[in-house]
């Protein structure tokens, strides 16, 4: 079940867009009721619930990012099953850079961009960490190899400002 489609809607719909559309299907079977009414309004509902309900995890998910809970971010994000989700894909790939995976967390990114091509939080992050790893590759190639614990770098640029630590 595909709960985009049932819905009629985008991937990267806002929770206000599923409320509307929801509402106005339900309506319209309710009007229009045959054999199949009780059917659709069920697997509408069901859609619904799964997108609600998604949309409440990543949130959840990325307050515990902010806060630095990597590690129950990460086990919330790996209970979910819908894994062709810009947002899960963002989400782990963020996750993975925090780990120091920079090139598996680039690869989440670029999956998420490709799953949700306009979103500039994307975009931003994707072109963050690509500037940060060349960065990195220089300084490495240039100075030589250095102690884990002498390196400082963080491959986000440090989180500040008012995104809640995200790239």
Same mark, same amino acid.
């Given at each position: %079940?595909?709960?985009?489609?049932?819905?009629? /809607?985008?991937? =990267?719909?806002?929770?206000?867009?599923?409320?509307? #559309?929801?509402?106005?299907?339900?309506?319209?079977?309710?009007?229009?009721?045959?054999?199949?009414? &009780?059917?659709?309004?069920?697997?509408?509902?069901? $859609?619904?619930?799964?997108?609600?309900? @998604? #949309?409440?995890?990543?949130?959840? /998910?990325? #307050?515990?990012?902010?806060?630095?809970?990597?590690?129950?971010?990460? @086990?919330?994000?790996?209970?979910?099953?819908?894994?062709?989700?810009?947002?899960?894909?963002?989400?782990?790939?963020?996750?993975?850079? &925090? #780990?120091?995976?920079?090139?598996?967390?680039?690869?989440?990114?670029?999956?998420?961009?490709?799953?949700?091509?306009?979103?500039?939080?994307?975009? @931003?992050?994707?072109?963050?960490? &690509? $500037?940060?790893?060349?960065?990195?590759?220089?300084?490495?190639? =240039? &100075?030589?190899?250095?102690?884990?614990?002498?390196?400082? %770098?963080?491959?986000?640029?440090?989180?500040?400002? =008012?995104?809640?630590? %995200?790239?």
């Amino acid at each position: %079940m595909n709960p985009y489609e049932i819905l009629g /809607i985008e991937e =990267n719909a806002s929770e206000d867009e599923i409320k509307e #559309k929801y509402q106005s299907l339900a309506e319209e079977y309710t009007l229009n009721q045959d054999e199949t009414t &009780q059917e659709k309004l069920e697997e509408l509902n069901r $859609a619904y619930d799964l997108l609600m309900n @998604s #949309k409440n995890i990543y949130a959840e /998910i990325r #307050k515990l990012i902010e806060i630095k809970n990597f590690p129950l971010a990460e @086990s919330k994000l790996n209970m979910i099953n819908e894994r062709d989700n810009a947002e899960w894909n963002y989400l782990e790939g963020f996750i993975c850079v &925090q #780990k120091g995976w920079f090139e598996t967390g680039l690869n989440y990114i670029k999956k998420a961009l490709e799953l949700d091509p306009g979103n500039t939080e994307y975009i @931003s992050s994707m072109n963050t960490l &690509q $500037a940060r790893i060349i960065e990195y590759a220089t300084k490495y190639a =240039n &100075q030589g190899v250095r102690p884990a614990a002498a390196n400082n %770098m963080n491959a986000c640029g440090g989180g500040g400002g =008012n995104n809640g630590g %995200m790239c």
